[in-house]
């Protein structure tokens, strides 16, 4: 009788469910390394050295990320990022649930700004947003068509992939032809108990 009670006691029990993730942000450099060989075109048997590293001025060691978030009250914060910052690694910071966030892209090379944008999304709830910065010929990881590869942002196909945007680098300052600095956005969250996310 007593272990009926109990069950009983259990079923009416109330179990306490965790409040959400409060939203973050963080800054990456996925290819963020020494220069390595990409077949580009693709299908061409031709290579280009992409080169991503956070450490060469002819890659991305004169990137500066500026992030600002604007909640949907109007309170304003804004986080600046460099190469030894994003190298270092970034801790994801909290960011409003609501509003909107900027990124501002500058990238220099011997003292000279070689390519500069903006990219603009707005804020969700319980989203871990990355932003990652990359100088290649294509985005890698994200599922962008290459007859897309002109247009100056897109939405994503790839999962986690919110947004792409495409900055033009200073024909002087170029490696190869075709070399992009792409602001990826990642809006990743969290499946809920028995959904299968894609």
């Not at 500066?64 to 309170?75: K, L, P, Q, R, W």
């Amino acid at each position: 009788m007593l272990a009926l009670l109990s069950l009983a006691a259990c079923r009416d029990a109330v179990v306490p469910v965790p409040p959400p993730p409060p939203p973050t942000l963080t800054v990456t450099a996925r290819l963020g390394r020494a220069p390595f060989e990409w077949e580009w075109p693709f299908g061409s048997d031709n290579t280009v050295l992409v080169n991503s590293s956070l450490d060469d001025e002819a890659g991305l060691a004169g990137i500066e990320v500026e992030i600002t978030d604007v909640a949907a009250d109007g309170f304003v914060r804004t986080h600046r990022f460099d190469a030894s910052k994003i190298k270092e690694g970034v801790t994801p910071y909290d960011v409003p649930e609501s509003g909107t966030a900027y990124a501002l892209l500058r990238l220099t090379q011997h003292d000279s700004v070689v390519a500069m944008g903006v990219a603009e999304w707005p804020l969700r709830p319980e989203i871990r947003w990355e932003v990652e910065v990359q100088r290649s010929p294509y985005p890698a990881t994200t599922g962008i068509s290459p007859a897309d590869l002109g247009k100056a942002q897109h939405d994503c196909s790839w999962r986690w992939c919110d947004h792409i945007w495409r900055f033009d680098i200073s024909e002087d300052a170029l490696n190869y032809p075709d070399e992009t600095l792409w602001l990826v956005l990642w809006g990743f969250w969290d499946c809920p108990p028995g959904v299968i996310c894609f």
